[in-house]
T-cell receptor, first 112, second 113 residues
Framework: AQTVTQSQPEMSVQEAETVTLSCTYD???????LFWYKQPPSRQMILVIR??????QNATENRFSVNFQKAAKSFSLKISDSQLGDAAMYFC?????????FGTGTRLQVFP | SAVISQKPSRDICQRGTSLTIQCQVD?????MFWYRQQPGQSLTLIAT?????????ESGFVIDKFPISRPNLTFSTLTVSNMSPEDSSIYLC??????????FGSGTRLTVV
């Protein structure tokens, strides 16, 4: 069965610094998609970035980038130049047959 | 990406009663998804709703407890039936796919007393 593991329940970062959130997953599939979602206190789930497993190039969206290691089944999120508005829960998700399987989340605090 | 309007945003309900949550999408979509997020937990898929057919439920979720309607390609409802305090959660609907990612409604925070 597919599983997603986020081993960091909480992380903190100073404003303008860089932080990396970890995610590992387990699958026997070769073609799949991975996502990072942000959930601020408003509860709204916001798509941060997506990665197609068959693409070796790491996805990038402005200050957000991933380190996708397919063989290691690792999908970490790097947030550069952290801003106060980045404070939220971050969920890693694996998509399998149109279903999203979420990790347990990492709470990110950003200090001024 | 699609925009989803989800109602109500929150509710406090008496145990034994039912609550119906609505999601309206601004475009036609084939599949809609319903998730539950228990307090301090991650999201768990309840069911997938296709228009014109019965919803497909995930393990641990049953139609009698969480009946879903999907009358057209832009609308769906999830009912939480015969509620108990254990049903207190955030419920979210979602649409989309792997190509552009999944969009979520703003969630319904349900408290059962």
């Amino acid at each position: 069965a597919q599983t997603v593991t986020q081993s960091q329940p909480e992380m903190s970062v100073q404003e303008a610094e860089t932080v990396t959130l970890s995610c590992t997953y387990d699958t026997s599939e070769s073609d799949y998609y991975l996502f990072w979602y942000k959930q601020p206190p408003s509860r709204q789930m916001i798509l941060v970035i997506r990665q197609e497993a068959y693409k070796q190039q790491n996805a990038t969206e402005n200050r957000f980038s991933v380190n996708f290691q397919k063989a290691a089944k690792s999908f970490s999120l790097k947030i550069s130049d952290s801003q106060l508005g980045d404070a939220a829960m971050y969920f890693c998700a694996y998509e399998w047959t149109d279903k999203l399987i979420f990790g347990t989340g990492t709470r990110l605090q950003v200090f001024p | 990406s699609a925009v989803i309007s989800q109602k109500p945003s929150r509710d406090i309900c008496q145990r034994g009663t039912s609550l119906t949550i609505q999601c309206q999408v601004d475009s036609q979509v084939t599949m809609m998804f319903w998730y539950r997020q228990q307090p301090g937990q991650s999201l768990t898929l309840i069911a997938t709703a296709n228009q014109g057919s019965e919803a497909t439920y995930e393990s641990g979720f049953v139609i009698d407890k969480f009946p879903i309607s999907r009358p057209n390609l832009t609308f769906s409802t999830l009912t939480v039936s015969n509620m108990s305090p254990e049903d207190s959660s955030i419920y979210l609907c979602s649409v989309g796919g792997s190509l552009y990612g999944y969009t979520f409604g703003s969630g319904t925070r349900l408290t059962v007393v």
